[in-house]
């Protein structure tokens, strides 16, 4: 299958740092997996947390599919992760002692279409590391353009 579905959080890389990426399968249901094929959906407010050991996505958008009856999704809902024992429990033990966060960075479709979501495992940013990404991005930039000019 040759979907080029990739949905990303581009608040996450700029608000928080992240140390660690894992990446998840999604429990959708039939009109969220066909909304989100066409690419109607939005991350920037997405976070996890943890309910009775699983972790559900919160604050997610995924648009109501047009073509839908009244068989159709609530569009903020939540919607259940699905990973290893293992990696939970590690992700829910960093989470509860450091006081680190996990957000979705990006939402993507696989090559047998299935539906997975990048999570990472970040730390908020200060005022002050923001103003210096900010300032690294903008040197980047200059040097990319005195680079092209010669």
């Given amino acids: 299958m040759s979907n080029k579905i990739n949905i990303r959080n581009k608040k996450a890389y700029f608000n928080y740092e992240i140390l660690e990426?894992?990446?998840?399968?999604?429990?959708?249901?039939?009109t969220e997996i066909?909304?989100?094929?066409?690419g109607k959906a939005s991350l920037s407010?997405?976070?996890?947390?943890?309910?009775?050991?699983?972790?559900?996505?919160?604050?997610m958008r995924i648009s109501e599919y047009e073509?839908?009856?009244h068989y159709n999704h609530e569009p903020y809902r939540d919607r259940k992760l699905l990973m290893n024992r293992k990696e939970l429990n590690k992700l829910?033990?960093?989470t509860r002692e450091k006081g680190?966060?996990?957000v979705v960075l990006r939402v993507f479709i696989n090559e047998k279409g299935l539906a997975k979501?990048?999570?990472?495992?970040?730390?908020?940013?200060?005022?002050?590391?923001?103003?210096?990404?900010?300032?690294?991005?903008?040197?980047?930039?200059?040097?990319?353009?005195?680079k092209k000019i010669r």
């Fill in 21 to 30: 990426k894992h990446v998840a399968g999604m429990q959708l249901k039939g």
């Fill in 34 to 38: 066909k909304s989100l094929r066409q």
């Fill in 45 to 59: 407010e997405a976070y996890c947390y943890f309910v009775s050991n699983e972790l559900w996505i919160k604050s």
């Fill in 67 to 69: 073509k839908a009856t």
């Fill in 92 to 94: 829910e033990k960093n």
């Fill in 100 to 102: 680190l966060t996990i």
């Fill in 117 to 146: 979501a990048e999570i990472g495992l970040s730390r908020g940013k200060k005022q002050y590391d923001k103003r210096e990404s900010i300032k690294q991005k903008d040197m980047k930039r200059d040097l990319d353009r005195l």
